[in-house]
């Protein structure tokens, strides 16, 4: 005879095999009802709209009205939750130029990219395909993938190489390596950046190109190509100390000013120094850069310099005499944006994110499969806070410019 406790566990495993839950037919039922609720939700939005160009409702009889229903047709539409039905509403004399569908349709591009982008980063063709399925309820062929591929080449090299228009007066300039196959090797593909500052104080990105290295001639070309698109009104560049860099812009750009970062510029002076001394040294830095104008700041220089020679520090000592007057030239521009053309910090964020997207790739194709993914990166960072924030008054600087030019020259220091 079974005891109350057992004839308890018979009844909840005859209970159990009683009910039971058909995850998949759940499934199926939510995306349907998800479904029927965005296409119904879509339909009535295309209502309304057909309502305000008509200026009156369906059937509502009023003096204002400038235009009359005339039926309307169907229309599919490729949404996250798969296809969905639309009844578009036709008038009987105008069009019905709806900016419902143009979100979606922006909506869609993004998914085409973002498809496009996973192609890159390593993905198989039949892994894009499932992915595509699961984003738009359809699946992308693999012809498709390599059309999509073209398409979104050819929007970022118009991108590429859109007129730069206006004037820019801070740039900064960078580059990064990637790896790319060459002929059967894994060799180093350099994808060079410049960013502008424009007159109105919001940053854009300027331009990105392959280079084969950060060479003179890589250099040279990018600044070539920045000018020949409109580059113009650059009064000083940040970098970091790059010889080939440096070379080209006294070619291309003779008459503008150069920022040596001031934040690399510690580095090289850290790698003369024993780990246990760098905090010590580093403050003794960063009073350099504290002082209230240049000459103050050249005087602290060789009061460090002196320290670290009495410290037997004595490379590092050179290093600061040789590089301290490239990190000043910041100095010469309104104290309120010293803080952030000082340093190549911005760039270098932007150049992370390109960093971070390209690990899961490894080795690229070829140089203009590392390019494209690079230049599509930037180009999402930069229509996002980013480029939208202003990041520098530069009511300043232009007030500081007419103060110059109202001084006469005999008394200009």
Known sequence: MKTTEERSVSEGKKLNRAIRI???????????????????????????????????RRYEHSEERTDRR?????????????????????????????????????????????????YLAGLSVRTVEDMSEQLVGSRVSASTVSDLNQKIYQRIELWRNRPIEGKYP???LDGIYLKRSWGGEVRNVAILVAVGVNEAGFREILGICEGAKEDLESWKNFLCHLKQRGLKGVQVVISDKCLGLLEALGQVYPEVLWQRCMVHWYRNVFSMVPSGKVKAVAAMLKAIHAQEDKAAALAKAEDVI????????????????????????????????????????MLERAMREIRR????????????????????????????????????????LEEQKRQEESVPVGQAG
Not at 307 to 335: C, D, I, N
């Open 22 to 56: 058909d995850e998949a037919q759940i499934r199926s039922h939510l995306d349907t009802l998800v479904r029927d609720s965005v296409e119904d939700t879509l339909n009535k939005l295309l209502d309304s709209e057909a309502d305000r160009l008509c200026n009156a």
């Open 170 to 172: 801070y740039v900064y």
């Open 70 to 118: 005339a039926g309307h047709y169907p229309r599919k539409l490729q949404t996250r939750v798969g296809e969905v039905q639309l009844k578009m509403p036709r008038l009987r004399q105008a069009a019905l130029d709806t900016l419902i569908i143009e979100r979606y349709r922006r909506k869609e591009a993004s998914i085409e990219e973002s498809l496009v982008e996973m």
């Open 357 to 396: 997207r390209t690990n899961a790739v490894g080795c690229f194709p070829d140089g203009t499969s590392a390019l494209m993914l690079s230049a599509a990166r930037l180009r999402h960072v930069a229509g996002g806070k980013w480029g939208t924030q202003q990041y520098l008054n530069m009511k300043r």
């Open 306 to 345: 002196a320290k670290l020679k009495a410290m037997k520090l004595g490379q590092a000592a050179e290093k600061v005499r040789e590089g301290v007057e490239e990190t000043l030239r910041y100095m010469a521009f309104p104290s309120e944006h010293w803080r952030r053309i000082r340093t190549n910090n």
